[in-house]
């Protein structure tokens, strides 16, 4: 029986799931799996692949997934959506529940709305009929449980990019890190609320960069610097004086860990993941509370034997997040089957 792994999210630029599926596949057959990649066009992962034609979604989902668990057996899969009425064995992993990113996608174009009517009307079936269902977080898998009672979730973390690694970062005046997006989930605003207050009372000049798809007008010290390059984030990473993390809602969050990695002290949010994530690795405060997020900033940058502290924590935490033991976990849960 051959694990089929639907990698059609990598691409050269993929972050989250895209990411995530890259790894996956990679470190299953490191580890001698029996796996192959399911993968677009122009796509190469360092694993025996077939390519594969995943546009629009609902037909890959609904045609794609079916001819796959068909061929090889077993599929893990990182959608929601199963293919109706297949006998396939399903192996569904996720990272956050389809009625939250149903909730933002509220005021969407016909498109969108369309593809979450579909969702709405397959999720919860299509769970119940999986073989095995995962979750990338303990704080998700709570979710899953209690909006389908009786379903066995079992949480598998994933790996973390070995490129997020101490190093040379940026150099230039002290500043603050933030990593937001066009998600009102980032809570932005709060961070950039929590920076003016730090920056007023901090006894060095400090600037707050935002990295990502966050826009707004800047000045005052804050920076918005667009979409940037791994290499450029890992960079940014490496020369923060501190990282700040406001998240409202994160499947898992990979933004603390990375910065982690890079020696970056955390300031993290503690909804959902963030505590599971982080562990004692940073300081945890309410993202609604921008004077909680400011006092914890000023902590770090004033007071240079808790940031190092931190530093040290963050490595050894970051490190526990492996793409081995990623792989391991899924091996355990397919085998139980």
């Not at 546009?55 to 109706?84: D, K, M, N, Y």
Request: glycine share 10%; hydrophobic share 45%.
């Amino acid at each position: 029986m051959r694990l089929a792994v639907d990698a059609t999210a990598v691409s050269p630029a993929a972050k989250g799931i895209g990411r995530v599926a890259r790894g996956t596949v990679e470190a299953l057959a490191a580890r001698g799996a029996d796996v192959v990649a399911l993968v677009q066009p122009g796509i190469t992962v360092a694993a025996p692949s077939e390519v594969v034609h995943a546009r629009p979604a609902v037909v890959w989902e609904q045609s794609g997934l079916r001819r796959a668990a068909a061929a090889h057996g077993t599929v893990l899969t990182f959608t929601e959506r199963l293919p109706i009425g297949s006998r396939g064995r399903f192996v569904v992993w996720l990272y956050e529940l389809p009625s939250r990113r149903i909730e933002q996608n509220r005021g969407a174009g016909l498109y969108q709305r369309g593809s979450d009517l579909i969702t709405q009307a397959l999720w919860k079936r299509s769970l119940r009929r999986a073989w095995r269902v995962a979750a990338g977080s303990e704080a998700t898998a709570r979710e899953l449980r209690a909006a389908l009672p009786g379903t066995d979730v079992q949480v598998v973390y994933p790996g973390l990019d070995e490129r997020f690694s101490p190093g040379e970062g940026r150099g230039g005046d002290r500043y603050v890190l933030h990593l937001g997006s066009g998600d009102p989930r980032d809570n932005t605003a709060t961070i950039v609320r929590a920076f003016a207050a730090a920056r007023d009372q901090a006894s060095r000049p400090l600037r707050l960069l935002v990295a990502g798809g966050a826009s707004g007008p800047g000045g005052d010290g804050v920076e918005f610097l667009g979409r940037v390059s791994d290499e450029e984030l890992v960079a940014l990473y490496r020369g923060a004086a501190a990282y700040a993390d406001a998240t409202l809602y994160e499947g898992f969050g990979y933004q603390p860990l990375e910065a982690m990695a890079c020696g970056s002290p955390v300031v993290a949010s503690n909804a959902t993941s963030g505590p599971e994530v982080v562990g004692d690795a940073a300081l945890l405060v309410d993202p609604l509370d921008a004077d909680a997020l400011a006092a914890a900033l000023l902590r770090v940058l004033e007071e240079p034997e808790l940031a190092e502290d931190l530093r040290r924590k963050g490595f050894e935490r970051a490190g526990a997040f492996t793409w081995e033991r990623t792989a391991d976990a899924l091996l355990d849960l397919i085998e139980g089957l």
